[in-house]
């Protein structure tokens, strides 16, 4: 399985990843950043001629799904969100692309697939599970591989700090109980955040000042 960051140089946008199962030549993308000619999510999928199945989307925030609309009608990729979120990904004001001078280049998108808390979504015979950890939005995911031992934590746990709850739909209650359930995993995992660079869990049980507080 390969797991990478897409290089996307947009200003405020979010860390794009693609996951990659050689076997099936299936693959996923995590969260879209945006989708043009101009980025290289395009580039780095058509160098590998994979099959793109699912874009797993984090949360509904405009940042991360500005190129949910092009993957899924370029590619036939299936949009994973959760429930709570789903509203997010059609409305300019909700996912605050609106306020953010970014609804312009933003195509609402409807999800193909809602997921909550325990589901699992398959690449190949790889397992993704979901995590549903609200605080930052209401319908926050983390996707968890088992096997990879790879968390991708969306905006809720970035290196040695957390996700933003002052948002419409955060909760700082929430973002707490959220975390605890990320740090039960058992062991180390790789974390593979929706900003900024990747870290792991153990150093962030230790390290990471907010999570040290709680
Ligand atoms: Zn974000
Ligand atoms: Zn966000």
Request: with cysteine; charged share 25%; aromatic share 8%.
């Amino acid at each position: 399985m390969l797991i990478k960051l897409i290089e996307n140089q947009y200003p405020m946008m979010a860390n794009c990843w693609l996951i990659y199962d050689e076997k099936s030549n299936e693959a996923a993308i995590v969260d879209t950043c945006a989708f043009d000619d101009k980025i290289n999510t395009k580039k780095e999928i058509e160098a590998l001629g994979c099959r793109v199945k699912y874009v797993l989307l984090t949360h509904g925030h405009f940042d991360h799904i500005l190129g949910t609309y092009g993957i899924q009608q370029k590619y036939g990729a299936a949009v994973v969100c959760h429930k709570g979120d789903a509203a997010m990904l059609a409305d300019a004001q909700l996912n605050l692309a609106r306020i953010n001078g970014a609804e312009d280049v933003f195509n609402p998108v409807k999800p193909d697939i809602t997921v909550d808390d325990g589901d699992s979504i398959y690449l190949g015979d790889t397992e993704i599970k979901v995590i549903h950890t609200p605080g930052h939005t209401k319908g926050s995911v983390c996707y968890v591989i088992e096997d990879e031992k790879t968390v991708f934590s969306g905006d809720t746990l970035f290196c040695r700090t957390v996700g933003r709850t002052d948002f419409p739909g955060g909760s700082t209650e929430e973002l707490k109980e959220s975390l605890k359930k990320l740090l039960a995993l058992e062991g180390n995992y790789r974390v593979l955040p929706g900003h900024n660079r990747e870290t792991d869990l153990e150093s962030e049980r230790t390290r990471n000042i907010f999570i040290r507080r709680m």
